[in-house]
């Protein structure tokens, strides 16, 4: 079955830190990628995502993704985070590749960003 | 721009009665879906509109789900009868149906069966 594997589960860092979440997917095929975040009492929004061209993507609030094919992965970055980026996040593919199509999430990483 | 409207909030209802939640997509927007998220895990898609007919019902359990999307706007899930594991938040999202539209997120309708 098609899935999508996020590593870290909960993650505390404190601010400035640098941050990586992981986020492997399991086909091989044309996918499209994403990255939503939900704030604590906010709506699911997105971040960033990845159709095709340049596999950096950059996303709101200093965020980006780099899409490797060869390790079906998708790997969220921020180089210096803040208070505010506590929140919950999560990695989404769109199997089809068709684009408007339903997604497949991870489980989610929970963040912490310690003041 | 208004975004994806939600209702109820919460819900708490017993093991074997019915449910319903209601969606309003974003104007415009002729795609929509429906998603359950259960806690701890990430959400997970239900059922996929495009304008009032079905694209993809294939993760629905069709003996006690079912969904519309009158008119091609708004839509109702219903679950009927309830079960225990059936407690989730449930996520309406809506798109436009071109290539490389997001979806928009509601806030979601948190389902408590007792």
């Known amino acids: 079955a098609q899935s999508v594997s996020q590593h870290n589960h909960h993650v505390i860092l404190s601010e400035a830190a640098s941050l990586e979440l992981g986020c492997n997917y399991s086909?091989?095929?044309?996918?499209?990628l994403f990255w939503y975040v939900q704030y604590p009492g906010q709506h699911l929004q997105l971040l960033l995502k990845?159709?095709?061209?340049?596999?950096l993507v950059k996303g709101i609030k200093g965020f980006e993704a780099e899409f490797i094919k060869s390790k079906f992965s998708f790997n969220l970055r921020k180089p210096s985070v803040q208070w505010s980026d506590t929140a919950e996040y999560f990695c989404?593919?769109?199997?089809?590749?068709?684009?408007?199509?339903?997604?497949?999430f991870g489980k989610g990483t929970h963040l912490i960003i310690q003041p | 721009e208004a975004g994806v409207a939600q209702s109820p909030r919460y819900k708490i209802i017993e093991k074997r009665q019915s449910v319903a939640f209601w969606c309003n997509p974003i104007?415009?927007?002729?795609?929509l879906y429906w998603y359950q998220q259960i806690l701890g895990q990430g959400p997970k898609l239900l059922i996929q509109?495009?304008?009032?007919?079905?694209?993809?019902d294939s993760q629905l359990p069709k003996d006690r789900f079912s969904a519309e999307r009158l008119k091609g706007v708004d839509s109702t899930l219903k679950i009927q009868p309830a079960k225990l594991e059936d407690s989730a938040v449930y996520l309406c999202?809506?798109?436009?149906?071109?290539?490389?539209?997001?979806?928009?997120f509601g806030p979601g309708t948190r389902l408590t069966v007792t």
């Open positions: 999202a809506s798109s436009l149906p071109t290539w490389e539209d997001e979806q928009y």
């Open positions: 086909y091989g095929g044309t996918v499209n």
């Open positions: 990845y159709f095709s061209g340049d596999p």
């Open positions: 989404a593919i769109d199997y089809s590749g068709g684009g408007a199509d339903g997604l497949t």
């Open positions: 104007s415009g927007h002729a795609t």
């Open positions: 509109f495009q304008n009032n007919g079905v694209v993809d």
